[in-house]
């Protein structure tokens, strides 16, 4: 549990669990509206950031596991992952080309 209130986000938290959080409403999003039919309900993310002199850097690592159906296709998967969750919600000052996505 974070209890204390920061200024790294506009909702006052620190940003791995915000952006962590925005992960996984967006995941719910895309499965809701059958944009990604393989899709299911359970879903976990975790999101690592580099900090510089005590400020954000750039985001280090993601994690998404998600529920799916058989029908799931893991390549196929990064490239959705990818352009339609973690490039819509990330600064672009933060997502780098170094970024490790599991």
Request: charged share 25%; aromatic share 10%; glycine share 2%.
């Given at each position: 549990m974070?209890?204390?209130?920061?200024?790294?986000?506009d909702?006052?938290?620190?940003?791995?669990i915000t952006?962590?959080?925005r992960?996984?409403?967006?995941?719910a999003?895309?499965?809701?509206?059958?944009d990604?039919?393989?899709?299911?309900?359970?879903?976990?993310?975790?999101v690592?950031?580099?900090?510089?002199?005590g400020?954000?850097?750039?985001?280090?690592?993601?994690?998404?596991s998600?529920q799916?159906?058989?029908?799931?296709?893991k390549?196929?998967?990064?490239?959705?992952?990818?352009?339609?969750?973690i490039?819509?919600?990330?600064q672009?000052?933060?997502?780098?080309k170094?970024?490790?996505?599991?």
């Amino acid at each position: 549990m974070f209890g204390y209130a920061n200024n790294e986000t506009d909702v006052l938290m620190p940003a791995p669990i915000t952006y962590s959080h925005r992960l996984v409403h967006k995941l719910a999003k895309l499965r809701k509206s059958n944009d990604v039919n393989w899709l299911r309900p359970d879903a976990k993310s975790q999101v690592t950031f580099k900090y510089e002199s005590g400020k954000i850097h750039s985001i280090d690592t993601i994690v998404i596991s998600t529920q799916h159906s058989p029908k799931f296709l893991k390549k196929k998967s990064k490239i959705i992952f990818m352009d339609k969750v973690i490039k819509m919600f990330c600064q672009k000052n933060i997502y780098t080309k170094t970024l490790k996505f599991l």
